[in-house]
Structures are given as C-alpha cells and as structure tokens.
DNA sequence: GCGACATTGTTTTTT
DNA sequence: ACAATGTCGC
C-alpha cells in the first residue's frame, strides 16, 4: 500500500538494494551515496511489503546515536512506534540478551558494567594483588591483551603460553582478572559480546527461540565488525535468518581495535548466496572533492573496487594552503571563516578536521582569541566525568555490596582516615579469605588486625553506606541520586573543592539528578532489572555526548575518526603532513598506511562544497619543533584539482608572544615573523621563528632553496626585503 | 591528608 | 609542552 512512497524518493541502485528479494545482501555504499537511507527504507519496506511485524527485526549498529537515528527515521517513514523492533548497538543488544538470560550465562542477576577506566583501575587493582611490578608489566599493556582476547572470543583457559614467560604472565593477569570480575559480578565492553556469543552456542534452545523470533537482520558500518561481532552474526543468522549488511571497504579505519575489514570480503562466503549491491552515485559532494577522494583512495591495494560519481557540478577547486607553523595554520583557518561568514553561511556548516586531538589546542586558542565560536567534539564525555563516576560509585555500592571496584572509589572518599595502609589490610583479607572488601571490612571491623582508629572510621564508612542503602530504598530514581550525593558528602567535598573546578563538579552532579529524572525505564528492555540498575547500566553503556552545549552557529572540531558518517558544506582538513598523517606510528606496520589513507579519505569526502588542506612547515610536537615535509596525501591528489593559496595574505605583522619576549632581537633589527629577508650564501628567505636576546638573539629562516636554519643575528647579515 | 616534586607517556574511539 | 599520576616528606 504505501511501499511506493516508500521507495519513490530512491534512485535506481538504492531501490534494487531495498526491493532486493530476500537472502544475504551486502551493500557497497561509497561514502555519501545514502547508506543509512538504504537501510532504514529497507526495514521500512520489509515491514510493509512483508508485512512482517517490526518485532522480527534485528538492525545493529556501532554507535548509540546511529541506532537513535536509524529508529528515528524508520518511524518516520513508517508513521510508527518501532517498539518491538530490536534496534541497537552490539553491545546494547547483548546486554539485553544478558539481562534477559543471566541465568543462562551463568551471571548475577544485577550483575554491573565496567567501563575501559572501571577496567583499567581492576586491572591494576590485579596486579598488585599478583605483586607484579607496573613498571614492567604496564596495566595498559595487559589492558590491551585481555581485550583483543575477547574480541576473539578466547578466555584465559583457551590460551597456550607455548613457553613463552611473556604470554605466560599474561595470561595469568588475564586469569587474575576474570576471577576479579566474577567475584564482584562485573562484566566488561568486550565481555557483553563475549557472554552473549557463548550464551548462543551453550544453549541451542535459546539460539533457537531468537532464530525463530528474528526475521530478518540488518548491519550497519559492517567494514568495522570486529572477529567477535562477526561471529556473532554468523552464529545467529547464518542459514537461518537472511542478513543485510552495509558497510564500505574504503571507510575502515578501525582496524587498530581489532576491526577486521575482511569480514567484508568474507561475507559472500560465510553468508550463502549473498548478493552484492554497489551504491556509487554521491548525493553530497562536488564533483571536484569527489575527484580528489577518488584518486587518493586508488593508490590503495585490495579494495573491492568502487567509483563514486555525482550528477552535481565540478565546484570550486580545493584549496592548498602552506603554512609556516601550526599557529600560522589556525590564523588561516581562522581567516577562512570569517570569510565564509561574509559570504552569509552558516559557521555550523563548517568543520575543522585533524589527525590527533592534540591539534584542537592551538586552534581553540586562536578561535577563542578572535571570538569565532567553535565546538570541540570528543573529549570527556558526561559519564565518564571523575565526579560523576563517583556518584554512581556510591550507587552502585548501595545497591550491591559486592562491587568491589565501587568500594575502592569511594571508601576514602571524601576522605574519612581510612588510608592506604588500612585498605591493604582489607584487600589482603579479602584475598585471603576469597571475600569481597565489604565482607572483609565487615569482618575487620570485629577486631584483629587493625588499629581502633581505623577499625573507628570503617564502622562509620560501612555504617554511612547502609544508611544509604536503607534511606533511597523505596525512593523514586532521581531522588535516590540526590539523597546519595548528599548523604555520601560528595557535594559537601566538591563544594569544599579549591581551585575553580568545585562549582562545575556541583553542576555536573545536579545534572547526574536531572538525568536520572529524565531516564527513560524501559522494563522490556531491561529484563527483570530495578529502576536504579537499568540507571547505571544505561551509563556505563552510553556514556552521554561530549557537552550538551551550545549548539547554535559554532564551527565543528573534531578528529577524522569522529567525523566519520558526518558532512559539512565546509571542510578544513588540517595538519597534513608526514608522520602526523599519515601518523608516524603507522608507517610501520603494512596495512596501517592505507587505513590512514582511508582515513584521508574519510576526511575528504565528508565536504559538500569546499574543501581546504593545510600543512604547517614547522610543529611543535611534544615539545620539540618537527620540520615535516608535506603529506604524501597531498601528493596522491591530482594537481588539477588543487590550488595552492599564498601564505603573505593571511600572516599577521607579529605574531603575538609571551611578553618576555616583546623587546625582541628580531624587532630591534627590523625583522619579524612573516619577513622576506636575503642572506648572502642562502639566498631568500622567510622569518619563522625567533629566540634569545642580544647577543645571542637568533632568527630561524625558511629559505626559498637551502630549506630552513637558525642563524644568530649578529653574523647573519639578513637583510630585509 | 596534603602539598611539593618527579616520572611518565602521550593516534585514532565505542561500547 | 603538558597533563596526569606517583612518591615523598611533613
């Protein structure tokens, strides 16, 4: 009935895919061809045409916001509710399957989540208890390894040391570890989808039921499936339940945590008789961008090949720009802005794209200076706040007394005089007696072993807790995270606070009320758990958007990772040179240069209508000054499409300094920063930098054929031009 | 328990 | 450069 409404606004390649008969089907959807619109007129179009209801529907995606949209749009065209529909990230969906079936999966019923600090902290809280030195068994390290593990689907017992000490130790932390977690009943990222992958193989009945429950099965972004989520898939679906899958080779750029861009090529082996469909046709960007973005992606081995095209104009052609220093950089950026504001756009059209989030810093700086507001995507996001955490640290703890992790937090905290050498007597006879620290503390509290000083402030510490766990008992969600940052005297310790943060922790923890006010308790989602752990759950698995600020009319920084799956109608991709990006780290192992250069591409093809590159000759790179040559990116990009824009318009008389430095050599000799100048050996040149005083003073010139030097002025002989 | 100094590790990020 | 820990002395 309404399935023509449905499909009339797609194109011919986007329809095939979303008509396309049932059975495995892998979209190959180039960046900017309508992926997300394919997959929701898909769901859509199943639910109409099939007339299946939504509640035979599976749809997985990475990211909490991309599920969000997905629903969203799906209802949209549906005019529906989607309840029912079970749509939502890997790990979301395996946490559900876990709250369902924590029996099953052998865990707590109020079982709670690590989040990567949660697990960085038990890690190390394990290798203390193993007595291994940090030093030379780095918590990161080991961090890493348990991780990767999992990711395929290997516990401690599946791993061979194969006499090797290194592995051997490892694999003993990774022991340690699991035995941790299992005490306090703590599941972490990479457990969820571990737990819920053997949960379907022990227990072919409950693998079953879903097989029969779920009709049809939708992937998002499959080219960052990780082993583990591959499987996953296959476990559940293959033979059984037909799966639509999109993703797009050329966008992999998470292969460094273990996503595998072969499951992409896998697909058509492990899914039977898939049927491939390409999305070439570019809805956003210019037919130049395109150009550019098509040209450098060819330089890469391997990909299952995919031109993209657009019916739109060549554009304007994108602009290179050189500048002399990373401050130099933001200034032009900073130029380029105001312009585009004079032309009357919109500064939230516009992005500035970099490498590494080091790079924001100096653009923050020079952004702020001249008042253009930005927004800086990444960053700590609302859950993860130290404040934050530690409320829902007494939470947690309130509820379930066996959360070791939670104890730790909070047990000084506000500090109540119960040190370190009173919590190593506590850890050792939890260990010893194989309890959790409550218990130990308990027991402790009876006497031995420690001093009625100590013994004092844990009666009082255990005492405050069941007050706690006594007086929210049969309050509403928000109240209980009022009355507990009140009762735990964390408001009390944040408002005592020294030095400025005091009244944004206060804030941020009234916020933590406010959340829980709005929190959205949904029981078929949470099996059988309580208001409080659905709260808890809810954040630890989506840890909240960086700052819910200020959304109007700022211009967009973020990292090119983070801007995946976004466009901007202006696009500044900053900071292109060798060994930032590409990264320096990824020269070295194979693979990692192209996944840069897919990251490249990513960052290209996020622009609708301009585009601008930047390099900076010289950088300050922790703490040193790196002269890198130009990105081989910049290279890889036909020269046709590039022009290069002279630095002189945009670089100011004097760059502003530290005061120190405003009687400056290079002032009192007439030169400054940005001046042309000609030595008598080197030929012309440019000032970039200068340092130290009278005698001493020395400029550093970029000359137009010797490259750059620092020359002492008093020898140099420069003379400006 | 707190402030002063030393050491360390700095690509990308979600869940 | 710099932030975030860790250590030490009081």
């Known amino acids: 009935m309404h399935s023509r409404l449905i499909i009339d606004s797609l194109n011919d390649a986007q329809r095939a895919a979303v008509t396309a008969p049932d059975g495995n089907i892998l979209v190959l959807a180039g960046a900017g061809s309508g992926k997300t619109r394919v997959l929701a007129h898909r769901i859509a179009w199943i639910c109409r045409l099939e007339e299946a209801s939504p509640y035979s529907v599976l749809a997985v995606t990475f990211t909490n916001k991309a599920a969000a949209e997905m629903r969203a749009r799906v209802e949209a065209l549906l005019e529906i509710a989607s309840t029912g529909m079970w749509v939502g990230t890997f790990h979301g969906l395996s946490h559900r399957l876990l709250r369902t079936h924590w029996r099953e999966a052998h865990l707590p019923q109020a079982f709670q989540i690590l989040d990567s600090e949660d697990q960085y902290r038990l890690i190390r809280r394990v290798l203390k208890g193993l007595e291994l030195d940090e030093a030379h068994w780095p918590p990161r390290q080991s961090q890493w390894f348990i991780n990767a593990r999992k990711d395929e689907s290997l516990r401690a017992k599946d791993l061979d040391d194969q006499g090797d000490r290194v592995s051997w130790q490892?694999?003993?932390?990774?022991?340690?570890?699991?035995?941790?977690?299992?005490?306090?009943?703590?599941?972490?990222?990479?457990?969820?989808?571990?737990?819920?992958?053997?949960?379907?193989r022990h227990h072919p009945d409950l693998l079953a039921h879903y097989r029969n429950?779920?009709?049809?099965i939708l992937v998002d972004e499959f080219q960052d499936t990780n082993t583990i989520q591959y499987d996953w898939l296959r476990l559940l679906a293959s033979g059984h339940i037909p799966v639509f899958a999109v993703g797009d080779d050329d966008q992999s750029i998470y292969g460094w945590r273990g996503a595998r861009v072969e499951n992409i090529h896998r697909f058509s082996q492990d899914f039977t008789a898939a049927v491939i469909y390409r999305l070439e046709q570019n809805y956003r960007s210019t037919g130049t961008i395109l150009a550019a973005a098509n040209h450098l992606i060819e330089h890469n081995a391997g990909r299952l090949g995919k031109r993209l095209w657009t019916s739109d104009s060549e554009g304007e052609p994108i602009q290179l720009f050189a500048a002399y220093n990373e401050q130099d950089e933001a200034r032009f950026v900073a130029d380029q802005l105001r312009e585009w504001i004079e032309q009357g756009r919109k500064?939230?059209?516009?992005?500035?794209?970099?490498?590494?989030?080091?790079?924001?810093?100096?653009?923050?700086?020079?952004?702020?200076?001249?008042?253009?507001?930005?927004?800086?995507?990444?960053?700590?996001?609302?859950?993860?706040?130290a404040e934050i955490k530690d409320a829902l640290a007494y939470l947690r703890l309130a509820a379930h007394q066996l959360d070791d992790p939670s104890f730790e937090r909070i047990i000084n905290l506000p500090p109540r005089g119960i040190g370190e050498r009173t919590q190593s007597v506590l850890r050792e006879y939890a260990r010893d007696h194989g309890v959790t620290l409550w218990e130990a503390a308990l027991e402790l509290t009876k006497g031995g072993g420690l001093t009625s000083r100590a013994v004092n402030a844990l009666k009082q510490f255990l005492t405050l807790m069941e007050s706690i766990t006594k007086a929210i008992e049969a309050m509403p969600l928000h109240e209980q995270v009022e009355k507990t940052i009140a009762?735990?005297?964390?408001?009390?310790?944040?408002?005592?606070?020294?030095?400025?943060?005091?009244?944004?922790?206060?804030?941020?923890?009234?916020?933590?009320?406010?959340?829980?006010?709005?929190?959205?308790?949904?029981?078929?989602?949470?099996?059988d758990m309580d208001r409080l752990d659905a709260f808890l759950s809810h954040a630890a698995l989506e840890a909240g958007e960086g700052q819910s600020e200020s959304w109007e009319e700022c211009v967009q920084l973020m990292t090119l990772h983070s801007a995946k799956g976004l466009e901007f109608h202006f696009v500044m991709l900053v900071g292109l040179e060798e060994g930032l990006f590409p990264h320096a780290m990824s020269l070295e192992q194979p693979g990692r240069l192209e996944e840069e250069r897919r990251l490249c591409y990513v960052g290209i093809t996020r622009a609708r209508e301009r585009l601008i590159l930047s390099y900076a000759e010289s950088r300050r790179h922790f703490g040193s000054v790196n002269y890198n040559p130009p990105s081989r990116f910049i290279r890889e990009i036909p020269p046709e499409h590039l022009i290069e824009v002279r630095p002189q318009i945009t670089l100011r008389p004097l760059v502003t300094r530290p005061q120190n430095k405003s009687d400056s050599p290079a002032k009192e000799g007439g030169l400054q920063v940005g001046q042309r100048v000609m030595h008598p050996g080197f030929g012309e040149g440019i000032v970039l930098d200068y340092e130290g005083q009278g005698r001493h003073a020395r400029v550093q010139v970029r000359f137009d054929t010797e490259g750059s030097k620092w020359l002492v002025l008093e020898y140099a002989k420069l003379q400006r031009l």
């Open 487 to 527: 009762l735990s005297g964390l408001r009390a310790h944040y408002e005592r606070e020294a030095g400025g943060k005091g009244p944004d922790r206060i804030e941020n923890l009234d916020e933590l009320v406010n959340a829980a006010r709005g929190f959205n308790f949904n029981p078929s989602q949470h099996g």
């Open 170 to 200: 490892m694999i003993r932390i990774y022991a340690a570890y699991e035995q941790a977690c299992e005490r306090a009943g703590l599941v972490d990222f990479a457990e969820l989808l571990l737990r819920s992958l053997e949960l379907f």
């Open 213 to 216: 429950r779920f009709r049809y």
């Open 347 to 385: 500064l939230d059209k516009a992005a500035i794209l970099y490498r590494s989030n080091a790079q924001s810093r100096i653009l923050e700086e020079v952004l702020f200076a001249q008042s253009i507001p930005y927004r800086v995507y990444g960053g700590l996001r609302f859950f993860e706040r």
